[in-house]
């Protein structure tokens, strides 16, 4: 539905916001540690990765995870070939992220309480993309 409203919308950007778990990891969220987890985003090569590498400056620095990173192709970060939020829309600049982890205590709290400051870097690297 959301790829849907972006194609019909002619959006230029499509950047989905999701939180990431990461599957099978050992331990409960009060032991996790952050050294996995930090924002992902996850892009098609043919997008370009400026807008990617735009959102996780920003994020970089204020998500607790300590892995920040964008990646292509789509399956070098998840079990996937394609995501229909990546390969399925028209825009020329996109970036699917995974924004933290909330399967760690840290992460599922900056989600919670931080996601204004989150909002606005994302923003500003979206505002840069286009020149703002």
């Known amino acids: ?66 892995n920040d990173k964008t990646c292509t192709p789509i399956s070098e970060c998840t079990p996937f070939d394609c995501v229909v939020e990546l390969c399925g829309i028209s825009a020329a600049a996109a970036s699917y992220s995974e924004t933290e982890f909330h399967d760690w205590d840290n992460g599922t709290k900056f989600l919670v309480n931080d996601d204004i400051d989150a909002g606005v870097k994302i923003a500003t690297a979206i505002d840069n993309h286009y020149g703002g």
């Open 1 to 66: 539905e959301n790829t849907t409203r972006s194609n019909g919308w002619g959006s230029d950007a499509h950047v989905p916001l999701h939180s990431n778990a990461f599957g099978s990891a050992p331990g409960t969220c009060t032991s996790r540690t952050g050294g996995s987890r930090g924002t992902v985003q996850i892009y098609n090569q043919g997008d370009g990765s400026v807008l990617p590498t735009r959102l996780k400056n920003q994020l970089d620095g204020i998500t607790p995870g300590g």
